[in-house]
C-alpha cells in the first residue's frame, strides 16, 4: 500500500479494475448509457473555479483503434481556444497496448458567470483496450496545478490493474455441493463391494 492513498476495486462485471487514488480525494461513479466511470474528485483551486480531477471511464468498443480513439479525443477538443497539443506516446498500461495524449485548452471559468474569465485547463489522456472494453484514464487541472498531482495520476496508472473476478460479481460457495457428496458415497460403496472374498474374511476375522 502506498501511503495516503486508498484502493479501490470495481464490483461491475463490464468494468473490472482497481487502481489506487488520493486517500483525501472523494470517489463517485457515474453510469452513462452503455458506459461507466469512477469519477475521483480532488481539491478545489485557490480561486475556486475548478478542481482536480482524475476520472477511469470504460465503455464498450468494437474493433476500434487505441489510435482512432485518440485522434477523436482530439478533434472533440481541437475547437476549443487556446488548443495546444503537448505530447503523445505509446507504451503499456496494466499488459496492455496504450495511447497516452497531453492537451491544453482555455474555457472560462467560473462557468454560467458574468464574471467567467478565460483560463487554461490541462489534460492527459490514457487510452488502452481490453477484450471488447475501451478504457480510458483522464487526468484534468487547471495548468498552474498540473504538476501538483501529475505524481498522484502516475499513481493510478501505475497501480492499475484488471481484476480476474469484479468484487461482489460472482458467488463462490462454501459447502460442499450435494452431488459431490453422492459421488463419495457411491465411490465408498463400490470399494466396500469390491473387495475379495479373502478381504471380508480378514476383516470379518
Known amino acids: 500500500m502506498v501511503e495516503g492513498y486508498v484502493p479501490f476495486q470495481s464490483t461491475r462485471p463490464s468494468a473490472p479494475c482497481s487502481f489506487l487514488y488520493p486517500a483525501d480525494w472523494q470517489i463517485r461513479e457515474i453510469e452513462q448509457d452503455e458506459s461507466v466511470e469512477f469519477f475521483i474528485a480532488g481539491p478545489r483551486s485557490p480561486t475556486g473555479t475548478c478542481a482536480a480531477s482524475f476520472t477511469v471511464r470504460v465503455s464498450p468498443v468494437s474493433q476500434e483503434m487505441l489510435e482512432d480513439a485518440a485522434a477523436a479525443f482530439l478533434s472533440r477538443y481541437r475547437p476549443a481556444p487556446g488548443f ?8 503499456m498500461v496494466a499488459g496492455c ?10 474555457m472560462p471559468l ?3 458567470s458574468i464574471n467567467a474569465q478565460a483560463t ?3 489534460e492527459r489522456h490514457i487510452f488502452l483496450r481490453r477484450g471488447g472494453q475501451l478504457y480510458e484514464l483522464l487526468y484534468m487541472a487547471l495548468d498552474e496545478d498540473y504538476r501538483t498531482w501529475l505524481e498522484a495520476f502516475r499513481t493510478l496508472v501505475r497501480t492499475f490493474a484488471f481484476l480476474e473476478e469484479p468484487v461482489g460479481a460472482t458467488f463462490q460457495p462454501l459447502v460442499t455441493p450435494s452431488s459431490q457428496i ?12 469390491g473387495k475379495s472374498s479373502e478381504q471380508s474374511e480378514h476383516d470379518h476375522g
Open 182 to 193: 453422492l459421488r463419495e458415497d457411491a465411490i465408498g460403496y463400490e470399494n466396500d463391494e
Open 120 to 122: 487554461t485547463i490541462r
Open 97 to 106: 497496448p496504450a495511447v497516452e495524449v497531453e492537451i491544453t485548452y482555455r
Open 84 to 91: 495546444s497539443e503537448l505530447g503523445r506516446a505509446s507504451g
Open 110 to 112: 467560473p462557468l454560467n
